[in-house]
């Protein structure tokens, strides 16, 4: 099954990615856990859409919604082909840190910063576009965070802080990913405000708990 794990800069999703996948290997499960982008090596072809995806700012792109939007979904096609699919055809469990939804949650903050666009008829737009993005995951896991508490965290990792325009578009991003909540019965709000990386971890298990093929695939390893 494909687990992905969402959410702002700064919510924990290299951390609880990280963490599921050190749990389910210790269940006997083969786990392939696959970095974002910028920390992984791509394809030759991923790599060159990566290179027109990248415009220095990664929160301003080219300024154009359209193009960040097929870039961003040829860019996940690649990286489903590439590193998703064999692993899931051979039974693998694959974890996604930043999949589908990051496109989605992107692209509809663009939109709805700089469009006033109604979010239903973009969400059903992103999906359209999605639909050549490959599948999404059976279970997105949204790790919730107030929005500036999830920026201070990034900035205090990054070791400098954000501009006031990418702070503004951040804020876009949450509550894009509000939207898409309420939209898509596969991506979960899990609360992490104030919890430590286990207490989080542990509230993302309790999540993926309700999802039945998970539930089964646990119960077959044990």
Same mark, same amino acid.
């Given at each position: 099954?494909?687990?992905?794990?969402?959410?702002?800069?700064?919510?924990?999703?290299?951390?609880?990615?990280?963490?599921?996948?050190?749990?389910?290997?210790?269940?006997?499960?083969?786990?392939?856990?696959?970095?974002?982008?910028?920390?992984?090596?791509?394809?030759?072809?991923?790599?060159?859409?990566?290179?027109?995806?990248?415009?220095?700012?990664?929160?301003?792109? +080219?300024? !154009? &919604? %359209?193009?960040?939007?097929?870039?961003?979904?040829?860019?996940?096609?690649?990286? $489903? #082909?590439?590193?998703? /699919?064999?692993?899931?055809?051979?039974?693998?469990?694959?974890?996604?840190?930043?999949?589908?939804?990051?496109?989605?949650?992107?692209?509809?903050?663009?939109?709805?910063? +700089?469009? !006033? &666009? %109604?979010?239903?008829?973009?969400?059903?737009?992103?999906?359209?576009?999605?639909? $050549? #993005?490959?599948?999404? /995951?059976?279970?997105?896991?949204?790790?919730?965070?107030?929005?500036?508490?999830?920026?201070?965290?990034?900035?205090?990792?990054?070791?400098?802080?954000?501009?006031?325009?990418?702070?503004?578009?951040?804020?876009?991003?949450?509550?894009?990913?509000?939207?898409?909540?309420?939209?898509?019965?596969?991506?979960?709000?899990?609360?992490?405000?104030?919890?430590?990386?286990?207490?989080?971890?542990?509230?993302?298990?309790?999540?993926?708990?309700?999802?039945?093929?998970?539930?089964?695939?646990?119960?077959?390893?044990?």
């Amino acid at each position: 099954m494909l687990i992905g794990l969402e959410g702002l800069p700064g919510a924990g999703k290299s951390t609880q990615s990280s963490l599921l996948a050190d749990f389910l290997t210790g269940e006997g499960l083969t786990v392939n856990y696959l970095p974002d982008n910028l920390t992984r090596d791509a394809d030759p072809l991923g790599r060159a859409l990566l290179a027109l995806f990248d415009s220095g700012d990664p929160f301003s792109r +080219h300024e !154009h &919604v %359209v193009t960040d939007t097929l870039l961003g979904a040829a860019i996940r096609a690649d990286t $489903f #082909a590439t590193d998703i /699919a064999g692993h899931l055809a051979e039974g693998s469990t694959v974890i996604e840190d930043r999949g589908i939804h990051t496109l989605y949650s992107y692209s509809l903050a663009r939109l709805l910063q +700089h469009h !006033h &666009v %109604v979010p239903t008829d973009a969400i059903t737009w992103l999906h359209t576009v999605g639909s $050549f #993005a490959g599948p999404a /995951a059976v279970r997105s896991v949204w790790l919730y965070l107030p929005a500036d508490d999830a920026i201070a965290r990034a900035e205090l990792r990054q070791g400098h802080p954000y501009t006031a325009e990418q702070r503004a578009f951040l804020r876009f991003v949450h509550d894009a990913y509000a939207e898409l909540a309420q939209s898509d019965p596969n991506l979960h709000r899990v609360d992490v405000t104030g919890l430590d990386a286990q207490q989080a971890h542990h509230a993302v298990l309790a999540d993926l708990a309700t999802v039945p093929t998970f539930a089964a695939k646990l119960a077959t390893a044990a």
